[in-house]
């Protein structure tokens, strides 16, 4: 017997968690984020709310990717410091395209950035997997890299590991120090600024 149709699709590759964040070791709030495979490559999700240093409320976050972690589109619906913002970008071979709108008020925005800088949106910490996920346990030297702080600016920032442990990288941005601690598979398991007294840590799942 012949059956017509194709098989079906696989179930896309669906990674879940969560991430405390700490301040002058204070419990402040928490992310709650989902990567998943797209049609276009990957996508993260992310919603959560934070009280201290900055007042944030995380409605919604999405970030696409390609499969090679290049950028395609971003967008955030929350509130920063008691203002609601809604921000919507999409990118093309490193054209940024923006509409921001706050305290009622509609903004367009056009600039061009490196194409494969990173997204990491202030003071979100989630998108920092993207960092974790391309070089897992692989950055054994000093790489320069670029990153773009939506919707503000384009900075260049210096990836290196920490006393020769892949598995633990520095991030050096405008004489800010950040340490970020992954796996082999990616996931983002800590997130520590000592000069902005914030630590950020993977929940555990069991």
Not at 88 to 96: F, L, Y
Not at 109 to 125: C, H
Request: proline share 7%; hydrophobic share 35%.
């Amino acid at each position: 017997m012949l059956f017509s149709g194709s098989a079906p699709a696989p179930e896309a590759d669906i990674e879940k968690g969560s991430l405390s964040i700490y301040f002058m070791q204070e419990k402040v709030g928490y992310e709650e984020y989902t990567w998943k495979d797209h049609d276009r490559g990957f996508q993260l999700n992310v919603k959560g709310r934070m009280t201290k240093p900055i007042p944030l409320e995380i409605e919604e976050i999405s970030l696409v990717l390609s499969k090679d972690f290049i950028p395609l589109e971003y967008s955030f619906q929350g509130s920063i410091n008691g203002m609601r913002q809604e921000v919507s970008c999409s990118i093309r071979d490193g054209k940024v395209d923006s509409l921001i709108v706050a305290a009622g008020q509609e903004r367009e925005r056009s600039l061009s950035i490196k194409r494969d800088a990173f997204i990491l949106p202030n003071p979100v910490f989630s998108p920092y997997m993207v960092l974790t996920k391309k070089y897992r346990c692989t950055a054994a030297k000093p790489i320069d890299l670029s990153a773009y702080i939506i919707p503000q600016m384009e900075i260049p920032f210096r990836l290196e590991p920490v006393d020769e442990t892949p598995c633990r990288i520095r991030l050096i941005m405008e004489g800010r120090e950040v340490e970020i601690e992954t796996d082999s598979q990616g996931k983002l398991l800590e997130f520590l600024s000592p000069t902005q007294k914030l630590r950020v840590l993977r929940d555990e799942t069991e």
